[in-house]
């Protein structure tokens, strides 16, 4: 594990190959599906799995969206509009939607994206950005 430039206050978290240093704490939640026509959320802040939830993310703050179960079945992307075709929202983003998506809340992000299968025109909800 390579911890050079840790700092006080960093987080370290598994990516699923290597160890890696974030600069905020990091939620993660499961991703799963309801057939084609839910995602649905587990993890901090949900009791149980919880159907197209709408989401409250912070400004800078990293949240993991694992979506391993799924995969390329149903594949997560945060948009900043809605819909199949919506503009895809990448920034502050690593990984992958079919596996795990890590997102770093940029301080200039929206305060309303969206996030979507981009396969199935059902699986969607909004993502409310706070301060």
């Avoid at 704490?25 to 802040?45: K, R």
């Avoid at 809340?105 to 309303?112: F, K, R, S």
């Amino acid at each position: 594990t390579d911890v050079r430039g840790i700092v006080q206050g960093d987080s370290l978290f598994y990516n699923l190959t290597n160890w890696v240093v974030t600069h905020s704490p990091i939620t993660w939640w499961e991703v799963n599906a309801s057939g084609s026509s839910d995602y649905t959320f587990a993890g901090p802040g949900f009791s149980s799995a919880t159907a197209d939830a709408t989401l409250s993310v912070m400004k800078g703050m990293t949240y993991a969206f694992d979506n391993t179960v799924q995969a390329s079945a149903h594949p997560f992307r945060i948009q900043s509009s809605q819909g199949l075709s919506g503009n895809p929202y990448t920034a502050g983003q690593t990984g992958s939607g079919i596996t795990v998506l890590y997102w770093t809340v940029p301080m200039d992000a929206p305060t309303t994206l969206y996030y979507q299968c981009t396969l199935h025109a059902l699986m969607n909800g909004t993502i409310n950005v706070v301060t």
